[in-house]
Protein backbone atom coordinates (compact mmCIF):
# COMPACT_ATOMS: atom_id res chain seq x y z
CA UNK A 1 0.00 0.00 0.00
CA UNK A 2 1.29 3.87 -0.77
CA UNK A 3 2.14 5.64 2.06
CA UNK A 4 0.39 8.57 0.74
CA UNK A 5 -1.60 9.00 4.09
CA UNK A 6 1.12 8.52 6.36
CA UNK A 7 3.02 11.61 4.29
CA UNK A 8 -0.22 13.51 4.48
CA UNK A 9 -0.95 13.18 8.36
CA UNK A 10 2.65 13.54 9.63
CA UNK A 11 1.63 16.63 11.93
CA UNK A 12 2.90 15.36 14.91
CA UNK A 13 4.96 12.55 15.86
CA UNK A 14 2.00 10.25 17.38
CA UNK A 15 -0.48 10.84 13.82
CA UNK A 16 2.96 9.44 11.97
CA UNK A 17 2.81 6.52 13.98
CA UNK A 18 -0.44 5.73 14.33
CA UNK A 19 -0.99 6.25 10.66
CA UNK A 20 1.70 3.81 9.75
CA UNK A 21 0.55 1.39 12.37
CA UNK A 22 -2.75 1.45 10.73
CA UNK A 23 -1.55 1.06 7.51
CA UNK A 24 0.39 -1.72 8.20
CA UNK A 25 -2.77 -3.85 9.20
CA UNK A 26 -4.91 -2.95 6.56
CA UNK A 27 -1.74 -3.81 4.36
CA UNK A 28 -1.87 -7.57 6.08
CA UNK A 29 -5.64 -7.77 6.13
CA UNK A 30 -5.23 -7.23 1.75
CA UNK A 31 -2.63 -9.47 1.29
CA UNK A 32 -4.42 -12.23 3.56
CA UNK A 33 -7.23 -11.23 1.28
CA UNK A 34 -9.95 -10.25 3.85
CA UNK A 35 -10.59 -7.07 2.29
CA UNK A 36 -10.18 -5.32 -0.91
CA UNK A 37 -7.41 -2.80 -1.08
CA UNK A 38 -9.55 0.05 -2.21
CA UNK A 39 -11.76 -0.01 0.87
CA UNK A 40 -8.72 0.23 3.12
CA UNK A 41 -6.55 2.76 1.10
CA UNK A 42 -7.51 5.63 2.96
CA UNK A 43 -8.24 3.83 6.16
CA UNK A 44 -5.40 5.59 7.99
CA UNK A 45 -5.97 9.04 7.22
CA UNK A 46 -9.54 8.38 8.18
CA UNK A 47 -8.53 6.90 11.58
CA UNK A 48 -5.94 9.85 12.28
CA UNK A 49 -8.33 12.04 11.39
CA UNK A 50 -11.14 10.47 13.92
CA UNK A 51 -8.97 10.57 17.13
CA UNK A 52 -7.81 14.15 16.09
CA UNK A 53 -11.85 14.94 16.40
CA UNK A 54 -12.03 12.75 19.97
CA UNK A 55 -9.07 14.57 21.21
CA UNK A 56 -9.82 18.11 20.13
CA UNK A 57 -10.67 18.86 24.02
CA UNK A 58 -7.04 18.30 24.95
CA UNK A 59 -5.69 21.81 23.18
CA UNK A 60 -8.82 23.73 24.72
CA UNK A 61 -8.70 25.41 28.19
CA UNK A 62 -11.65 26.19 30.26
CA UNK A 63 -11.31 29.60 30.62
CA UNK A 64 -11.47 29.87 27.00
CA UNK A 65 -14.99 28.29 27.30
CA UNK A 66 -16.43 29.96 30.03
CA UNK A 67 -15.23 33.35 29.09
CA UNK A 68 -18.32 35.08 28.74
CA UNK A 69 -20.36 35.54 31.75
CA UNK A 70 -22.92 37.87 33.29
CA UNK A 71 -22.16 39.60 36.76
CA UNK A 72 -24.87 42.01 37.07
CA UNK A 73 -28.00 39.20 37.09
CA UNK A 74 -29.34 38.57 41.03
CA UNK A 75 -30.67 34.94 39.97
CA UNK A 76 -29.64 32.47 42.92
CA UNK A 77 -31.69 29.78 42.44
CA UNK A 78 -30.42 26.10 40.87
CA UNK A 79 -29.51 26.38 37.28
CA UNK A 80 -30.21 22.97 34.88
CA UNK A 81 -29.35 22.10 32.21
CA UNK A 82 -30.36 18.02 31.23
CA UNK A 83 -29.73 15.27 28.49
CA UNK A 84 -26.59 16.93 27.82
CA UNK A 85 -25.14 14.50 25.11
CA UNK A 86 -21.35 13.77 25.06
CA UNK A 87 -18.79 11.38 23.57
CA UNK A 88 -15.91 10.36 25.25
CA UNK A 89 -12.89 8.05 24.88
CA UNK A 90 -12.03 5.74 27.79
CA UNK A 91 -8.31 6.26 28.41
CA UNK A 92 -7.71 2.36 28.93
CA UNK A 93 -9.04 0.79 25.92
CA UNK A 94 -9.55 4.24 23.45
CA UNK A 95 -13.17 3.00 22.87
CA UNK A 96 -15.53 4.86 22.76
CA UNK A 97 -18.13 5.76 25.79
CA UNK A 98 -21.46 7.87 24.64
CA UNK A 99 -24.36 9.04 27.18
CA UNK A 100 -25.75 12.35 28.21
CA UNK A 101 -25.27 14.65 31.30
CA UNK A 102 -27.49 16.66 33.53
CA UNK A 103 -25.56 19.45 35.24
CA UNK A 104 -26.96 22.32 38.10
CA UNK A 105 -24.84 25.01 39.53
CA UNK A 106 -26.31 27.89 42.28
CA UNK A 107 -25.25 31.09 41.24
CA UNK A 108 -23.35 33.81 43.58
CA UNK A 109 -23.06 36.97 41.57
CA UNK A 110 -22.22 35.29 38.17
CA UNK A 111 -24.00 33.90 35.25
CA UNK A 112 -22.95 31.77 32.49
CA UNK A 113 -24.98 31.70 29.15
CA UNK A 114 -26.79 28.43 28.52
CA UNK A 115 -24.66 27.08 25.66
CA UNK A 116 -21.38 27.15 28.18
CA UNK A 117 -22.32 24.43 30.03
CA UNK A 118 -22.33 21.90 27.41
CA UNK A 119 -19.55 23.22 25.58
CA UNK A 120 -17.71 22.57 28.72
CA UNK A 121 -18.77 18.85 29.14
CA UNK A 122 -17.67 18.56 25.23
CA UNK A 123 -14.42 19.81 25.78
CA UNK A 124 -13.55 17.49 28.97
CA UNK A 125 -15.24 14.61 26.84
CA UNK A 126 -12.78 15.15 23.57
CA UNK A 127 -9.96 13.78 25.73
CA UNK A 128 -8.78 10.44 26.75
CA UNK A 129 -11.07 9.72 30.32
CA UNK A 130 -12.33 8.02 32.50
CA UNK A 131 -16.12 8.37 33.48
CA UNK A 132 -15.27 9.39 37.25
CA UNK A 133 -12.58 11.85 36.21
CA UNK A 134 -14.80 13.38 33.47
CA UNK A 135 -17.67 14.26 36.03
CA UNK A 136 -14.18 15.85 38.77
CA UNK A 137 -12.98 17.66 35.09
CA UNK A 138 -16.45 19.52 34.86
CA UNK A 139 -17.14 20.34 38.13
CA UNK A 140 -13.84 21.60 39.59
CA UNK A 141 -13.03 23.59 36.56
CA UNK A 142 -16.70 25.17 36.72
CA UNK A 143 -15.78 25.99 40.34
CA UNK A 144 -13.08 27.31 39.98
CA UNK A 145 -13.71 29.77 37.22
CA UNK A 146 -17.30 30.41 37.93
CA UNK A 147 -17.11 30.33 41.86
CA UNK A 148 -20.82 29.86 42.23
CA UNK A 149 -22.60 28.52 45.79
CA UNK A 150 -22.09 25.38 44.41
CA UNK A 151 -22.47 22.84 41.32
CA UNK A 152 -23.38 19.30 40.47
CA UNK A 153 -23.13 16.94 37.17
CA UNK A 154 -23.90 12.94 36.63
CA UNK A 155 -23.29 11.08 33.93
CA UNK A 156 -25.01 8.44 32.24
CA UNK A 157 -23.09 6.51 29.49
CA UNK A 158 -22.76 3.16 28.18
CA UNK A 159 -19.07 1.93 27.65
CA UNK A 160 -18.25 0.28 24.37
CA UNK A 161 -14.90 -1.54 26.33
CA UNK A 162 -17.75 -3.31 28.34
CA UNK A 163 -20.10 -3.89 25.76
CA UNK A 164 -17.38 -5.04 22.93
CA UNK A 165 -14.52 -6.76 24.53
CA UNK A 166 -14.29 -8.73 27.87
CA UNK A 167 -16.92 -8.99 29.45
CA UNK A 168 -19.25 -7.96 26.48
CA UNK A 169 -22.22 -6.99 28.55
CA UNK A 170 -24.32 -4.71 26.17
CA UNK A 171 -27.01 -2.36 27.66
CA UNK A 172 -25.16 -1.48 30.94
CA UNK A 173 -25.30 2.22 32.09
CA UNK A 174 -23.23 3.60 34.41
CA UNK A 175 -23.93 6.44 36.47
CA UNK A 176 -21.24 9.07 38.56
CA UNK A 177 -21.87 12.59 40.02
CA UNK A 178 -19.67 15.02 41.22
CA UNK A 179 -21.18 17.50 44.03
CA UNK A 180 -19.19 20.97 45.06
CA UNK A 181 -20.36 23.72 47.63
CA UNK A 182 -23.79 23.36 48.70
CA UNK A 183 -24.75 20.43 46.79
CA UNK A 184 -22.00 18.41 48.69
CA UNK A 185 -22.88 20.31 51.93
CA UNK A 186 -27.23 20.43 51.77
CA UNK A 187 -28.87 17.28 51.60
CA UNK A 188 -31.99 19.63 50.28
CA UNK A 189 -29.86 20.87 47.38
CA UNK A 190 -28.74 17.30 46.77
CA UNK A 191 -31.58 15.88 46.30
CA UNK A 192 -33.64 18.77 44.50
CA UNK A 193 -30.89 17.85 41.47
CA UNK A 194 -30.81 13.88 42.12
CA UNK A 195 -34.56 13.69 41.91
CA UNK A 196 -34.63 16.00 38.86
CA UNK A 197 -32.67 13.86 37.25
CA UNK A 198 -34.21 11.63 34.59
CA UNK A 199 -35.06 8.03 35.81
CA UNK A 200 -34.10 8.70 39.74
CA UNK A 201 -36.50 9.01 43.13
CA UNK A 202 -33.30 10.75 44.36
CA UNK A 203 -33.63 9.29 47.94
CA UNK A 204 -31.53 6.11 47.25
CA UNK A 205 -28.61 8.36 46.33
CA UNK A 206 -29.04 10.25 49.88
CA UNK A 207 -28.28 6.76 52.03
Same mark, same amino acid.
Given at each position: ?E??A? @? @?????????????????????????? +?V???H??E???????T???L??????????????DF?? *????Q?VTV?? $????S??S??L &???????D????????????? /???? &?????????????? &???????????????????? &?L *?? +?H??????? $? @????? $????????????????A @?? *???S?? /?????T??L?
Open positions: MTTV @K @KYGRTPWQVMLAEAIQAMMAEMVDRG +VPAEVATPRRVVDFVEFSGVDQKPEEVLCTIE *EQYSMRN $IPFVCCHH &LSFIGTAFAYIPDGRIVGFS /KIPR &LIEMFARRPQVQER &LAEDIVTSFMRIVRPKGCAV &L *EA +VLCMCIRG $I @KVSGA $ITRTTALRGVFADDAG @KM *EFIGC /KGLGGEWR
